[in-house]
């Protein structure tokens, strides 16, 4: 799968503003809304808020991944947002988050739940692309450079 399979423009934001972790939440799941008929907003923000119950998606290096399963959905969908001021998300490594990205499952897609959230991490993980993606300064760019970047990845690979 790649990034835009689970992404549009529409649900990628840049410099989003959010005064707190459920606030950032709660925006991301509005993104997540856009575009989706089939997707109910407080569906979507109550199924990150039960997973981040469970610990932190902060995965470190001012990364935030939150994710969940959602009955009903019929196949994955994300949301990519910059946050204009780094926050606090309770990260395994103490920093504070500026880049979210957040996705959600059909409720029984276990591995591809787990597969979509190794190929995030991966991409994630990349400090440079992470900088790079922190310099964006329109929804379009970073639309781009997200799409652009793993179609890469993904030919190396082949």
């Known amino acids: ?6 992404l549009t423009p529409k649900r990628v934001a840049v410099g989003m503003t ?3 972790k459920k606030r950032a939440l709660e925006k991301i799941s509005s993104l ?10 407080n ?11 469970l610990g932190s998606t902060g995965i470190g290096n001012g990364i935030a991944l939150p994710h969940g399963r959602l009955k009903g959905l ?4 994300g949301a990519f947002a910059t ?12 920093k504070p988050v500026r880049i ?3 996705l ?7 591995e591809e739940h787990l597969q979509i959230l190794s190929m995030l991490a991966a991409t994630f993980s990349d400090n440079d692309f992470c900088d790079r993606l922190l310099t964006m300064e329109s929804v379009d760019q970073a639309y781009q450079a997200l799409s652009a970047y793993h179609s890469s990845i993904s030919r190396k690979a082949s």
Do not use: C
């Not at 997540?32 to 907003?41: I, P, Q, V």
């Open 74 to 77: 019929r196949s994955p969908i």
């Open 1 to 6: 799968m790649q990034l835009n399979d689970l």
């Open 104 to 110: 959600l499952v059909p409720e029984n897609a276990n």
């Open 43 to 53: 569906a979507a923000f109550q199924a990150l808020v039960e997973r981040e119950r």
């Open 83 to 94: 946050l204009e001021r780094e926050m606090d998300f309770d990260t395994i490594d103490g």
């Open 32 to 41: 997540l809304h856009e575009g989706s008929l089939e997707l109910d907003r």
């Open 100 to 102: 979210i990205f957040a």
């Open 18 to 20: 959010a005064s707190s």
